[in-house]
């Protein structure tokens, strides 16, 4: 069982606005690829010109700048990411640490925990909350080597 979810912020790093869903079974990247594509779709809606884009799988990132050759199992959804892209002025694909993403994760596990296709959230969740505030406070989060 795979989810998905994302969360979209202002340039200062405030909430605007979460989303996650249920995909079925897949794999890593495909689900990555429908995280991006979703939070695209909802961006490219409310008319914001400028975009960066953040995801902790650099497979997904390179794909979307193409930067790897492209396995047709993930032709059909990277259309659809760079067509929504293509919809803002600027619209930049950037690889991030995983400790970087956790406010994501978060929502990506939500979306496991129940099978509605796409939930989108105006308020983020309690838990979810402090996961912003860290992430926003800059807070260091151990790497191990």
């Known amino acids: 069982m795979v989810g998905f979810g994302g969360v979209i912020r202002d340039d200062s790093g405030r909430w605007v606005k979460g989303y996650y869903g249920f995909i079925s079974y897949t794999n890593s990247i495909t689900a990555k690829l429908w995280s991006i594509r979703e939070g695209l ?76 296709r796409m939930v989108v959230m105006d308020e983020p969740p309690t838990e979810l909350l402090r996961l912003l505030f860290a992430d926003v406070a800059s807070m260091a989060y151990f790497r191990p080597s």
């Open 41 to 116: 779709r909802l961006m490219a809606q409310s008319g914001s010109p400028k975009l960066i884009v953040e995801s902790d799988c650099e497979v997904t990132i390179n794909l979307l700048n193409k930067l790897e050759e492209i396995d047709s199992a993930y032709e059909a959804i990277l259309e659809d990411c760079r067509l929504y892209a293509a919809s803002f002025e600027v619209c930049e694909f950037i690889h991030t640490l995983r400790e970087g993403n956790t406010c994501v994760d978060y929502a990506a596990n939500l979306g496991v925990n129940q099978r509605e």
